[in-house]
């Protein structure tokens, strides 16, 4: 069975699925260089049929992974023209301020298309068949019939072939199929802003028995935090990360302080349900307003307490409900790797699994997983998209790359590279095939020693202009994770979406990959088997070092999607304070 899994969505996704298995999935932002592209995935789609063409296969089914989506936030995708100011409008007096007053905003949705149409970004589905704003903003029947036709064309498959899977199906059968460590009595819980009318959900997995127990659409976990990143200046459904790296600065006290005032009266849980509370019907006025006399710090260190208070309450009464004590968690809110690593420490948890990305670009895999179930095989890796072996040969480095500007050396091995990293050196690496989602594996990386501090500011002002508080993140060979991180369990965190607590006596040694503040750790723990190349890599220097593990993170300019091909790797070399870069584990480039 070759399935395609599409999702349509912020952060548009496809991948293809062969007999259960995941073997390419690629996100729409690598190819139109949109970072979060939204809206349908053509081109993604178009290298999984490449893919299927060259092996003489094609398409038995297609599956998108929302129901009930509405076009109109896709045929005039704000986030890719919305400055700040316009998001302040759009939460505020301008749209969702008018429709709590059930006023006509019709002209701001003419506003919105508008300004979209001075966006070059491509739209692929023919939305020009909706006639009126009405019938884009509500008619999502005939939104599920255009991408049907759109799909059957593109896959040469019948309109029958293509169904549509409930939203939270996909991240519940996401989080539990593509686990190798997962239990066979495990309980799923899905945690996001919104998806076909819920935004929490409560499963029952075991031996293919999987059961929704209980659902949520008052779970305001996501959008809380959504709007009080907005409040804090900062981008919406992007730089939800920046708020979660800022908490641990704040002192406990005055973040009490917050909480109790503004969030805490928010939401409640009961029975397994998040459920409103005092809940505000204008969300965004009241934290613009009980925000206002908090400091910038301890608004983030509040807003982080929520999502962990209210995650911990749910998990205790799932499992005092199920009587579960290994878990998956998927959604958007499962990318708040502090969060985890709370839940992770409950007595009664056994067995936590995080999928690599969580938030909506892994539906497409969702679907697959759904619709195969108990057929699907569990993700090896992330390493599932654009092959770097397609671009690379030595006519092509040495074109890219000119003699005057540039030192080009040939065959170089793991352990040259090893000793310049030794030394100090910030080196990029890029090698085969790119990883799915939002962290950089080692694949299209930046990677230094992770014992020096001062690397930090090079990588930040020199390559990635990065805000100051933000941590890296630390690969380390999993061998040796018990004599660097707190991790008495045994918990798998292949791709960097649980934190850990640092050992003392070794934290000197890792620790430009921590955070600096609270020194908690988001590994990639990483197995030979997983990518033998880094592996090696790594090995290497542990050999000359000491430290089994490295400084990571993604190998692009700020704003940028993480690079794919190697015309990106290229541009970001050149266009960044990077001095090395190794490409396929054979060319390492540095500047003269």
């Known amino acids: 069975m070759n399935i395609i899994g599409i999702n349509v969505s912020h952060n548009a996704s496809a991948c293809l699925m062969i007999d ?76 969702y301020g008018k429709k709590l007053l059930n006023e006509n905003v019709d002209d701001y949705y003419q506003h919105l298309i508008n300004e979209s149409s001075k966006n070059k970004a491509p739209r692929y589905l023919p939305y020009e068949e909706f006639a009126t704003i009405d019938e884009v903003v509500n008619d999502v029947e005939k939104f599920r ?4 036709e759109y799909a059957a064309k593109q896959c040469n498959v019948a309109p029958e072939q293509v169904e549509f899977i409930d939203h939270h199906s996909c991240h519940a059968h996401y989080g539990y199929y593509a686990s190798k460590r997962k239990s066979n009595n495990c309980a799923v819980i899905t945690l996001d802003s919104d998806g076909d009318g819920m935004n929490q959900t409560v499963w029952t997995f075991n031996n293919g028995d999987n059961k929704k127990i209980r659902q949520s659409n008052q779970c305001d976990l996501a959008r809380i935090y959504k709007i009080t990143t907005l409040v804090l200046a900062m981008k919406p459904d992007e730089h939800e990360y920046k708020v979660m790296g800022l908490a641990p600065y704040a002192k406990s006290d005055y973040v009490d302080v917050v909480y109790k005032d503004v969030f805490e009266p928010l939401l409640k849980v009961e029975d397994g349900r998040v459920l409103h509370n005092n809940r505000p019907a204008d969300m965004y006025s009241y934290l613009l307003e009980k925000l206002r006399p908090y400091r910038f710090d301890n608004i983030a260190g509040a807003a982080q307490k929520l999502v962990e208070e209210i995650a911990i309450k749910l998990f205790t009464q799932v499992h005092e409900i199920t009587g579960a004590t290994h878990f998956c968690i998927s959604g958007g809110v499962s990318m708040n790797i502090k969060m985890n690593m709370i839940l992770s420490q409950l007595d009664f948890v056994e067995g936590l699994y995080v999928p690599a990305s969580g938030s909506d670009e892994s539906l497409c895999m969702g679907a697959c997983y759904f619709y195969e179930n108990e057929n699907s095989k569990p993700l090896d890796n992330t390493y599932l998209g654009y092959n770097l072996n397609d671009d690379v040969n030595e006519e092509n480095i040495k074109k ?18 090893a000793q310049i990293l030794a030394e100090g050196n910030v080196v990029a690496v890029a090698r085969g ?51 660097f991180l707190e991790n008495d369990k045994g918990l798998d965190s292949p791709y960097m979406t649980i934190g850990f607590e640092t050992r003392a006596e070794n934290y000197e040694r890792i620790k430009a990959g921590t955070h600096p503040y609270d020194r908690t750790c988001r590994p990639q723990i990483l197995r030979k088997e997983a990518n033998p190349e880094y592996y090696d890599l790594i090995n290497e220097f542990y050999k000359l070092t000491g430290t089994p593990g490295v400084l990571n993170t993604s190998l692009n300019l700020h704003g940028d999607p993480i690079c794919s091909g190697l015309s990106e790797v290229e541009y970001t070399f050149k266009n960044s304070g990077l001095n090395y870069l190794y490409i396929n584990d054979a060319f390492l480039i540095s500047k003269k």
């Open 400 to 417: 890219m790359f000119n003699q005057q500007d540039y030192n080009v050396q040939f065959n170089v091995n793991h352990a040259t590279v």
């Open 433 to 483: 095939r790119e990883e799915f989602g939002a962290r950089a594996l080692g694949n299209r990386s930046i990677i230094a020693s992770p014992n020096n501090h001062e690397v930090v500011k090079t990588i930040n002002e020199a390559i990635k202009n990065r805000d100051f508080w933000m941590p890296f993140a630390l690969s380390i060979m999993a061998d040796h994770v018990d004599s």
């Open 145 to 148: 019939k255009i991408q049907r």
């Open 20 to 95: 259960g298995k995941i073997v390419i999935a690629a996100q729409e932002e690598r190819f139109t260089k949109l970072k979060n592209y939204v809206g349908y995935p053509k081109q993604s789609i178009d290298y999984c049929l490449d893919y299927l063409k060259t092996n003489n296969l094609t398409v038995d089914k297609v599956l998108f992974s929302t129901v009930n989506n509405v076009a109109f936030w896709f045929a005039y995708p704000l986030q890719h023209f919305f400055k700040m100011k316009d998001y302040q409008l759009f939460y505020g007096e301008a749209f």
